[in-house]
């Protein structure tokens, strides 16, 4: 059974970094794409951003020059570094696995952003 785990998450101050890290257990081969989207309080939940096993990135909002999205395939692990964090980051945070024609969610990690 493939899971996806996430690590990483927890209070930050404005300003700070804070890395995510989320593992694929369950899995044969490394996964097409694994990534990572949000969901900010009252809002839908939005792309963050993704990486293939190439190594070829996607974000999904241009302005978020502050996030990178790395890979390590032999680990069958995704990363999401995240600089100068903000008060409007607060959000759940999301790892996303795609591999052989089927999606796959993590639980969420909390990342609250204070002022």
């Known amino acids: 059974q493939v899971q996806l785990v996430e690590s990483g998450g927890g209070w930050v101050q404005a300003g700070g970094s804070l890395r995510l890290s989320c593992e694929a257990t369950?899995?044969?081969?490394?996964?097409?794409?694994m990534g990572w989207y949000r969901r900010a309080p009252g809002k839908q939940r939005e792309l963050v951003g993704l990486?293939?096993?190439?190594?070829?990135?996607t974000y999904g909002d241009p302005e978020k020059g502050r996030f990178t999205v790395s890979r390590d395939a032999a680990k069958h692990t995704v990363y999401l570094e995240m600089n100068n964090l903000k008060p409007e980051d607060t959000a759940l945070y999301y790892c996303?696995?795609?591999?052989?024609?089927?999606?796959?969610w993590g639980p969420g990690t909390q990342v609250p952003v204070s002022s």
């Open positions: 996303y696995g795609y591999t052989d024609a089927e999606r796959y």
């Open positions: 369950g899995v044969r081969f490394s996964m097409s794409v």
């Open positions: 990486a293939t096993t190439r190594g070829t990135t």
